[in-house]
């Protein structure tokens, strides 16, 4: 598995693990699913945003065709 170094300041990494012990997880698990989550995010607000364009320009698309 190929691997991503990252820096933080000495506050974010204190947050970091600060939050990774209250969960009870590593920092480095705990940042890989706080990346996921925010690539999957992007890509969920992206496609309901596509749907939401196709859905309003319906009419005219079919006005178009």
């Known amino acids: 598995m ?5 820096r933080f300041t000495d506050e974010e990494l204190d ?9 009870g997880r590593s920092m480095q698990s705990f940042a890989h699913d706080a990346v996921i989550t925010a690539i999957n995010e992007h ?3 992206f496609n309901e945003a596509a ?3 196709l859905r309003a320009s319906e009419e ?5 065709a």
Request: net charge positive; aromatic share 0%.
């Open 2 to 6: 190929a691997g991503l170094n990252l």
């Open 51 to 53: 749907e939401h364009v």
């Open 60 to 64: 005219l698309n079919r006005r178009l």
């Open 15 to 23: 947050a970091l693990r600060a939050r990774a012990e209250a969960e």
């Open 43 to 45: 890509s969920r607000l």
